[in-house]
């Protein structure tokens, strides 16, 4: 295939400059290369330059006349042209061709490349260098890595030169012959093609420059990807597809498509749209569509390519193109192949959230690997629903797969109904899961399955037998048998045991209906008497079980010891399917809970499914859920059944301390958490989450946190349907995340309300049939009748689940929101979740929950959001928002929190939420905080400091001094934050049990105030602690310099100078905004900030003190000599610059624009931070007014506020005596310290 010609000797040692400049054409080395197929010169070019830049430590591209100082290497210049020689000839005709081409070292570029065209056929590569750019490796052996690189490449590669680079090469042949042939062609190529019809043909389409855009993430299968790689290139299989689909949709014979040639973003262009210079145009005919049609395609992209000289702005301006704002003037439809896998590739993957569609539809196929392949779309919203993008996509795939015909590819989607269904699994004879539990433990008798953090564990064999042990002991003791209702009450602590006591209770034939322990006594009772329960079992004393209690149930207490007399007694009943294995009780929308009733065969056939993901992905399995969470029954006995270890941990904190976990089974809000403080262990195979909506947002810091990539599935299922009843896969980002399919034995329809199947895409409620539906509510026959219903088009009885969803045309259902979570504004039905996902696909902002409240007799929307780096405003927030929702959706207020409140089992607890967020409006409006004295003491202000951080962690702005934090509702994760926060602001690390020791909040403040006055405690004050100083308007930082030296060494002051900014500032709010950033640039997420603020600098502090707090971060301000909103109108600045000297001009102008920027301040300070330190001197601004309009003015301003009056005498600024001022400036900082 391919012949070399050595025309030179190589040269093994390194030649020095000196020795070539004695005699340069000693040590020229040329080599040439033919090949009987033409080279492709995009691709070889692709291929040279790989294997410079890999090995660009030894090759060297230029040489310094002075010394050996080497350059490094860049982009070579492929030539091109044509050679007519005689075969026989060949070797002459080289060498003539060569005369005269010796290289200069010292004045251009020491290697040279050109591809020629030989008369007789194929190519001639020709290799042309000097010895010099050789450094221990030889021209034979780059030869054949060029090659190897060339072949490892596609056929037809998309990638050359930056254009400026390439336009800069190429200018000064615009008038060449060469460059008039490709524009001809351009022509006649673009000339003959219709105006492209745009797809779906029934919808009207947008004029908009600006087009709301939508992304579709779609990972292809092994036998798709594969269906791309039987042909030479994979873009030209999938180009030919989107022929035929387009083709026979449109009835449209040409198609004309911009292609890439560079898969890098050109941002500076991405305003000007058409201007693509690194796309050209490829015209898609109606062969090619046909069979053979992709090497049709790969033709054209080879010819395209060489008429690359006309640029895709070449070709709009000279043939006269008409351009419009809305569309490109060539094609609407962009076509992009990126291959991921090559080493020099420069692109990373980047999470894309909502922004300008700059095409109609947009394909970007990735190669991920070498065997797999994704497909990318990006779509206008105002033409394309997802409907449509799933049908095409779904019809693209089965077209390339070879699956259809053409005559089968349908313009519209077909009426398929949103039924999926998946085959049952062999249960392999279990009826129960103690059958499986016997079988585990007669393989790996001597494994632990149990364990704790405290070093407590347990065998299989170990387990078996202290189940066995308890079972004996409640068939002896107590009349199980006796109880129709055979269900037994458990209220355990999490502890190795707990485990085995659910075991013993089924191996007596009992169900068990667990309790967490840590649910208020009241919740308990309702449940045990809405159960009807007789027997309680628990390793405790319980307070809460009174007289009246032990009248209706017997209480059971497992941590007494057992007598070793009853162990003859049989410790297994018979056990079928249908008999009730476990009871969960869940909300009741009456405020009464409802008990959910498993039976074995729903736990069997669900364990079934749990085991095809393999053993080795249960090997060791944290247990942090509640027991009674459903996501509880997966972690133990797909856990157990597996013959894995089950690590059983007392919260979610203590999940960050063990690395060796292989599944993580939680809801998205811990994983966010896990995934934010890097304690993903790294063991992790495969991560699970469920029990709420999955944000997009979480997926995202998913991949972008994640190191190993484990496994990642998105589940779905209510109590009522075994935990889970449907999976998905999630292999990236995408914009919308669906729940996926049927797991194994089950069912999933979408009905409207006359109980019939929609079509896919059409939005109904979610209804579940199969082996895992519950057997009903417990003695609530009503309700069960209501819920559980016999649904015809699936045969069978189906549960309703009033969840809102929908089927896409690729078969996966998706999630909208609860068929409640709607509301009226001025008459018009408001979905929640639209509003939420709105608002979570803008930057900066994480989570978001829409809460509606009551408000003068109106129903009006809080958006409570967690906010993220990037985050901007709250105006620039609803700004974003009027963009892509209409008016009557759009938020009243905005509610930034720093995380959401959770119930027991991790998820966000919208009751509390919502609560919390009335009372926050309510706050806002009223301002109703009492005033705090300007003398607090240090343990007041502690208290009140720790107040802050309580109510900011736990979401609720009424916690008072004699709060209960655990009363409260504390969860672990809150806990955690509150320890981090604690530990930030004073400098104290405490512990878990520190916050139950001591849980109210007047109890926790003392036990801080002591431990800060030890000795060995660490000081309440960090040396060098940042103090941010914003002077006044038109002052210099080098005017406070001896007052910063008596803050000094217990601060290190910054200055945050805004006075450039000043002169051309349009109002306080954009002056404040870039100050914002520079002081957000300068500052760590969650640190307690510092801030100092004089004259009109105090007005600036003030304001950043007010953002600081809305987005959840504490900030102190001391604001000195500042006039804050208590300026008369008749001030002046004469008063004290002195009126008419010239030499204060400059001055004046900043002076006047302070004054007019102050105005506006004076209109937004409409909040006063939190804690704030006033200082005044009778000799300042503050002293111009009367003492007794001071104080009035600075106590209206800051009622309710950690507020300090300080008249500091003589002190100035400008003077050496400021001690009073300076003491208390450091006294109100440390504490925040």
């Known amino acids: 295939m391919y012949k070399f010609f050595e025309l030179t000797t190589t040269q093994q040692n390194f030649i020095t400059a000196e020795r070539i400049n004695q005699n340069p054409a000693l040590n020229q080395l040329t080599v040439a290369i033919t090949s009987d197929i033409p080279f492709d010169p995009m691709r070889l070019k692709n291929a040279i330059n790989t294997v410079i830049r890999q090995n660009g430590r030894e090759l060297r591209m230029q040489i310094h006349h002075e010394g050996e100082k080497f350059y490094p290497t860049r982009d070579i210049c492929l030539q091109q042209g044509a050679l007519f020689v005689d075969q026989q000839d060949l070797d002459q005709a080289i060498a003539r061709w060569l005369i005269g081409r010796s290289i200069a070292v010292m004045d251009e570029e020491l290697i040279r490349f050109t591809l020629l065209e030989l008369s007789t056929g194929g190519n001639l590569l020709i290799i042309e260098s000097s010895h010099i750019i050789w450094d221990g490796i030889s021209v034979a052996i780059f030869l054949q890595r060029t090659l190897d690189c060339y072949h490892a490449r596609c056929e037809v590669s998309l990638y050359h030169d930056d254009y400026n680079m390439f336009v800069q090469q190429l200018a000064s042949n615009r008038d060449t012959d060469g460059y008039r042939r490709s524009l001809n062609y351009w022509q006649k190529l673009v000339s003959d093609t219709p105006t492209v019809a745009l797809l779906p043909l029934n919808k009207k389409h947008s004029s908009r420059k600006l087009k709301t855009t939508g992304y579709r993430y779609l990972p292809m299968s092994e036998p798709l990807s594969a269906s791309l790689l039987t042909n030479n290139h994979p873009l030209s299989r999938f180009l030919s597809a989107f022929c035929r689909y387009y083709r026979q949709s449109t009835q449209q014979e040409n198609l004309l498509v911009g292609i890439p040639y560079a898969g890098r973003s050109h941002e500076r262009d991405r305003h000007q749209i058409g201007l693509y210079e690194n796309t050209l145009p490829l015209l898609l005919t109606a062969a090619m569509a046909e069979s053979g049609g992709d090497k049709l395609i790969r033709k054209q992209l080879l010819t395209n390519s060489f008429h690359q000289l006309v640029s895709l702005n070449d070709i709009v301006r000279h043939l006269e193109l008409k351009s419009s704002s809305s569309t490109h003037p060539l094609f609407q439809i962009l076509v992009n192949y990126v291959d991921l896998t090559t080493q020099d590739n420069t692109i990373t993957r980047l999470f894309i959230s909502n922004g300008a569609s700059l095409f109609t539809l947009s394909f970007h196929l990735l190669k991920i690997t070498e065997q797999r392949f994704a497909l990318q779309i990006e779509f206008d919203r105002a033409v394309y629903s997802d409907v449509d993008i799933d049908f095409l996509s779904s019809t693209l795939f089965r077209v390339i797969a070879g699956d259809m015909a053409l005559s089968d590819v349908a313009v519209d989607p077909e009426p398929r109904i949103s039924l999926l269904s998946e085959p049952h699994l062999p249960i392999t004879g279990n009826k129960s899961v103690l059958n499986c539990l016997q079988q585990i433990t007669a393989r790996r008798p001597d494994v632990i399955c149990l364990r704790s953090p405290h070093g407590t564990s347990l065998t299989f064999a170990q387990l078996e037998l202290r189940s066995k042990e308890l079972a004996r002991y409640f068939l002896e003791n107590f009349a199980f048998a006796s109880d129709e209702a055979r269900i037994v009450a458990c209220d355990l602590t999490r502890t190795v045991d707990s485990i085995a006591v659910l075991i013993a209770l089924l191996r007596c034939g009992m169900a068990f209906m667990p309790m967490d322990h840590k649910f208020p ?348 780096r990037g985050f901007s405003t709250k105006q620039q927030v609803l700004a974003a928002l009027r963009e892509v929702l209409p008016g009557y959706m759009i938020p009243n207020w905005i509610y930034i929190l720093e995380a959401f409140p959770l119930n027991h089992n991790g998820k966000i607890d919208r009751k509390v939420l919502a609560k919390q967020s009335g009372q926050w409006l309510d706050a806002l409006l009223r301002h109703h905080n009492q005033p705090a004295g300007p003398e607090t003491p240090i343990p007041v202000k502690l208290e009140q400091q720790l107040l802050a951080i309580c109510c900011s962690v736990l979401h609720d702005p009424f916690l008072h001094r004699d709060s209960d934090l655990i009363a409260s509702g504390a969860n672990s994760l809150d806990i955690l934050r509150l320890l981090e926060r604690i530990e930030s602001t004073f400098s104290l690390r405490l512990n878990y049990e520190d916050i139950f020791t001591a849980p109210v909040i007047a109890d926790l403040t003392l036990s801080i105030f002591h431990r800060l006055r030890n000795e060995d405690a660490v000081p309440p004050v960090k040396r060098g602690q940042t103090l941010y100083f914003l002077p006044g308007a038109g002052t210099l930082g080098a005017v406070y310099q001896s007052w910063f030296k008596k803050l000094t060494p217990d601060f290190a002051v910054k200055i945050l100078n805004y006075n450039h900014d000043l002169p051309s500032a349009t109002s306080f709010e954009a002056l404040a905004d870039k100050t914002w950033q520079r002081l957000k640039a300068e500052c760590q997420v969650g640190e307690t900030i510092h801030l100092v603020g004089h004259s009109f600098g105090g007005c600036l502090a003030y304001e950043l003190a007010l953002r600081s707090e809305r987005q959840a971060q504490i900030c102190y301000v001391t604001i000195i000599d500042s006039f804050l909103d208590f300026m008369p109108d008749n001030y002046r600045w004469e008063n004290f610059t002195g009126a008419g000297d010239t030499r204060l001009a400059s001055l004046h102008v900043l002076l006047d624009k302070a004054m007019v920027l102050h105005k506006q301040f004076r209109i937004i300070a409409n909040d006063v931070p939190r804690n704030i330190n006033l200082l005044y001197a009778r000799g300042g601004v503050g002293g111009y007014f009367s003492k007794d309009l001071l104080l009035q003015n600075i106590r209206r301003l800051g009622a309710g506020r950690n507020i300090t009056l300080v008249d500091g005498g003589h002190f100035s600024l400008f003077s050496d005596v400021a001690e009073q001022s300076i003491n208390n400036l450091k006294n109100f900082h440390r504490i925040g310290d």
């Open 521 to 868: 006594a009241a919740r308990k009772q309702q449940i045990l008497d809405a159960s009807h329960c007789r027997f309680l079992v628990t390793d405790r004393t319980l307070e809460w079980v009174g007289e009246d209690v032990l009248q209706k149930l017997v209480m059971i207490n497992v941590s007494l010891p057992l007598p070793l007399s009853l162990y003859k007694l049989a410790c297994k009943q018979p056990v079928s399917s249908q008999q009730l294995a476990y009871c969960l009780y869940t909300s009741g929308s009456t405020g009464t809970p409802k008990g959910v009733m498993l039976s074995h065969g729903n736990l069997t056939a669900f364990i079934a499914w749990s085991l095809t993901a393999g053993e080795e992905i249960f090997r060791r399995v944290p247990f942090v859920t509640s027991f009674s969470f459903d996501l509880s029954i997966y972690e133990i006995f797909a856990t157990l059944c597996s013959g894995g270890c089950l690590t059983v941990l007392d919260n979610a904190i203590q999940l960050q301390y063990h690395d060796d976990y292989t599944l993580l089974n939680t809801v998205p809000s811990v994983l966010e958490y896990l995934l934010e403080h890097r304690a993903l262990p790294h063991a992790l195979l495969r991560v699970n989450v469920a029990g709420e909506a999955l944000s997009p947002n979480v997926v995202k810091k998913y991949f972008f946190f994640a190191t190993k990539m484990p496994e990642f599935y998105n589940l779905y299922g209510p109590t009522e349907f075994t935990t889970y009843a449907t999976e998905y896969h999630i292999t990236g980002p995408e914009e919308s995340i669906p729940i996926g399919v049927p797991i194994a034995g089950n069912q999933v329809a979408v009905i409207n309300d006359a109980m019939e199947p929609l079509l896919r895409g059409q939005i109904g409620q979610i209804v579940l049939a199969g082996v895992n539906l519950a057997s009903g509510y417990m003695h609530a026959p009503e309700l069960t009748t209501e819920r559980f219903v016999f649904l015809t088009a699936l045969n069978a009885i189906a549960y309703l689940t009033g969840d809102s969803g929908y089927i896409d045309g690729a078969g996966r259902l998706h999630y909208i929101g609860r068929q409640d979570n709607q509301v009226k504004i001025r008459g018009h039905r408001v979905e929640l979740s639209e509003i939420e996902l709105a608002a979570e696909n803008l930057e900066g902002i994480g989570r978001a929950v829409a809460c509606p409240v009551e408000h003068s007799g109106h129903k009006e929307i809080i958006l409570c959001i967690v906010t993220e």
